[in-house]
């Protein structure tokens, strides 16, 4: 089967909310027949995983209220209209963890769950970490911790990372 | 700051519907102040990498309505209610791409996005796998591709993975 796409014949808007919008668009499909295609909007996130010096990684521990569980994540946020992906990178470890890295770049862009929703994530590798003290926003409540390399990798083989972004990001620096 | 949770006060439903429903959450902080919280509910969700005794990963192509995008993915679809993951898995390889895989075991159990929804999302490793005839459902258009675990490999340090799932599971096989 060739390209192609599912052009929107109609599009109703379920909800417009503070970070997602909700969508439903009747589709046509490239046998000439249609089909209801639920769409989530979200403005995208940055996540980063850090490694200090002594090869130590920052995480927050947090509840979701999605999950409705405490996980244990690395440093993320969501997009800033405006603000480069990797200024917001850069903001969200210092605000979360109070790191300030030396150097910071892109490992990968994917999409979290793209049978749903069109949020992508850029994550970034940041090293050169300067310690200092977090500043978590009014209605974020979150702990730091600090795993070492070798049990994030212990963590990884018993599968017990319970968040993707982090699950990927563990894994790259263990490909580093 | 210790474990906490974030009890609902009131909930209102925005949408129900065929894959996803949406709820809004007006939720109690540790602080006493309240905070509204959207909440994308989804059933959860199976994913397949297979590697051939050749080295090959079966991978499918297909549009994405949510990002608008042909994406390459691993094998995935929906958990059925009643229905193992497994046997989940197990019959999404072989309708997606046909393959029968002699040996089948979860890697990983992780959410997609939990900042907004609570779809999680078991990763299989399958091998030993024997090939036949694809079944796709009537609303699905894919095409399947093999990658040399060469080619996934280069892929994957141009950060050229579109998919998290799919970047995980390719990470997942070079950390074997």
Redesign the interface.
């Known amino acids: 089967?060739?390209?192609?796409?599912?052009p929107t014949l109609n599009k109703k808007i379920?909800?417009e909310?503070?970070?997602?919008d909700?969508e439903?668009?009747e589709?046509e499909?490239?046998?000439g027949?249609t089909?209801?295609?639920?769409?989530?909007k979200?403005p995208g996130?940055v996540a980063v995983i850090g490694i200090t010096d002594e090869e130590k990684i920052p995480l927050v521990r947090q509840?979701?209220?999605?999950?409705?569980?405490?996980?244990l994540?690395i440093p993320?946020g969501?997009r800033e209209e405006g603000e480069e992906a990797k200024t917001t990178a850069e903001r969200e470890l210092q605000e979360e963890t109070g790191y300030r890295p030396a150097h910071l770049h892109?490992?990968?862009?994917?999409?979290?769950?793209?049978?749903?929703?069109?949020?992508?994530?850029s994550v970034y590798l940041a090293t050169g970490l300067q310690a200092g003290a977090p500043q978590t926003e009014?209605?974020e409540?979150?702990?730091v911790e600090e795993w070492t390399l070798a049990d994030a990798r212990v963590a990884l083989r018993e599968?017990k990372?319970?968040?993707?972004?982090?699950?990927?990001a563990i894994?790259?620096l263990?490909?580093r």
Do not use: C
């Open positions: 089967m060739s390209v192609h796409d599912e379920i909800y909310g503070k970070i997602i909700v439903l668009h589709v499909l490239p046998n027949k089909s209801m295609r639920e769409v989530v979200h996130a509840f979701r209220k999605a999950t409705e569980e405490m996980l994540e993320a969501k892109e490992i990968a862009r994917f999409y979290t769950s793209p049978g749903f929703a069109d949020e992508w994530i009014a209605d409540f979150l702990s599968g990372w319970r968040d993707a972004k982090t699950a990927f894994q790259a263990l490909l």
